[in-house]
């Protein structure tokens, strides 16, 4: 059974960081692709920043230099490093991997 669970989220002003983490477990977390998924209010799911086995990684164009994605793999976790926040960052924040997603972490960027 694949279980992910989120956590690091919490009301940030804008400038200010967070870190997520994503505690994996159920699969072959070091060979596996993980990602961070966002879902602000009535938008889509949207990719985030993806992590492949091999340290490949990949960016929303929105994100791109402010946030960065790692994995740990003998911790079987899974980091979002999020800096210079944005109001329009609020969102819901998932993991996923295996098809299979957390419950989510609420991410507020707000003065």
């Known amino acids: 059974q694949v279980q992910l669970v989120e956590s690091g989220g919490g009301l940030v002003q804008p400038g200010g960081s967070l870190r997520l983490s994503c505690a994996a477990s159920?699969?072959?977390?070091?060979?596996?692709?993980m990602g961070w998924y966002r879902q602000a209010p009535g938008k889509e799911r949207e990719m985030v920043a993806i992590?492949?086995?091999?340290?490949?990684?990949t960016y929303a164009d929105s994100v791109k230099g402010r946030f960065t994605i790692s994995r740990d793999n003998a911790k079987k976790t899974l980091y979002l490093q999020m800096d210079s926040l944005k109001p329009e960052d609020t969102a819901v924040y998932y993991c996923?991997?295996?098809?299979?997603w957390g419950q989510g972490t609420q991410v507020t960027v707000s003065s």
């Open positions: 996923g991997a295996m098809s299979s």
């Open positions: 159920g699969f072959i977390f070091s060979i596996n692709t």
């Open positions: 992590s492949r086995g091999g340290g490949f990684t």
